[in-house]
């Protein structure tokens, strides 16, 4: 668990230096955060939050002088009802000038309908559900799509590693749903077959998996494809693949990259060694943004702590809201927000980033990553690369993504 000492630290250390005298004309601009701060997602929420009060904290002067001002709220679960009233309290009570978070994808497509009413801009920070950037004209997304990894796994798994088939493992809601789509599409498209897609209960509560990765052992795939929700589901997998001998019966177990979550790795075991994923960050990346970003990461929150993903996502969501602050001087109007954010770049901890300026979406490198151990710690070796990877769901205009 992280140590919670120096949050308060960096929150003092972020308010002076927002606090320091500037032009008359300094203003202050209210975010809302919407994050998942209760139950077992929490951790989500809190890499999350402390990415973005890490990049406040380390680059004070990003903002032009104006003040950011962070109104959080808890969305509980992936429900979507506690979400969309904590949205609806942000715009009409509280006067938020942006919207950011979103954990899970119900969350931010509950709250679509309320942004484009309210004309708030809204930063979504993790939920990868392809098409929920076409739910509003105000929702940008700096986090990833499934598609994004997904896609391209499908095809790096007929063409390099050389299954001919695969079962799909995934949970039920949304993402689970758009990564199986995105690696179905990608694997198929490239000659492979899915033998069988199997829906393995919910985000909330983390299921036995031993009944549905037995159903894909008898089956006897090549590669078994596996989409949950990170954290302790992710865990799971790796534990029930291992304890039914999965990979002895020649299936590889392979997925998106939330099943190497960087918060989880280490506690896997040597379960996960040799397991492949795509994705799109490691703490272990050795970019001089990376380092940078997970020395100060470090000296904040503690040295055995670790940011994953999401943590990136924050900290890569509060420099495009800077960039708003700064572009519109403080004065943020919706339609000159999201006119910002259109083709904006950063050099994020985990390369190169775009907002797309037609879908308002992500753009990013996707990695190949392999866990290998390294000593006595699991580590990600990056084996394979693809630059600047759009979301292939938009590109092809399949279902809700080409509307």
Known sequence: MFKQKPLRTLAIAATAAMLLPVAASAATVKVGVVLTFSGGAAIFGQQISQGMELFMAEHPDAFGGHTVELIKRDSKHPGGDVAKAAVRELITRDKVDLLAGFVFSP????????????????????????????????????????????????????????????????????????????????????????????????????????????????????????????????????????????????????????????????????????????HHYSADYENAENQAFVSAWKAAYGADSTPDFMAVAGWDGMAAIAHVVKTLDGDIDADAAMQALAGWTFDSPRGPIMIDAETRDIVHDEHVHEVVKDGDRLKIKVVDSIAQVKDPCKALKIGKCGE
């Open 107 to 278: 969350n931010a497509i509950a709250s679509a309908e309320l942004v484009s009413q309210g004309k708030v801009p809204m930063i979504v920070m993790n939920a990868g559900t392809a098409w929920i950037t076409n739910l509003s004209p105000y929702i940008a997304r700096v986090s990833f799509t499934m598609w994004q990894s997904g896609h391209p796994m499908g095809i790096y798994a007929k063409e390099k590693l050389g299954c001919e088939s695969a079962a799909v493992g995934y949970t039920d809601y949304p993402p689970g749903k758009d990564s199986l789509d995105a690696f179905k599409t990608g694997f198929e498209g490239a000659g492979g077959k899915v033998v069988d897609a199997i829906p393995m209960g919910g985000p909330r509560e983390v299921p036995d998996f031993t009944p549905f990765f037995q159903r894909v052992k008898d089956a006897g795939p090549h590669c078994l494809y596996v989409f949950v929700p990170s954290g302790n589901h992710a865990s799971a997998v790796t534990k029930t693949f291992a304890d039914l001998g999965m990979r002895e019966a020649g299936i590889q177990l392979i997925g998106p990259g939330d099943i190497t979550q960087d918060t989880e790795l280490q506690g896997m075991g040597d379960d996960a060694v040799g397991l492949v994923t795509m």
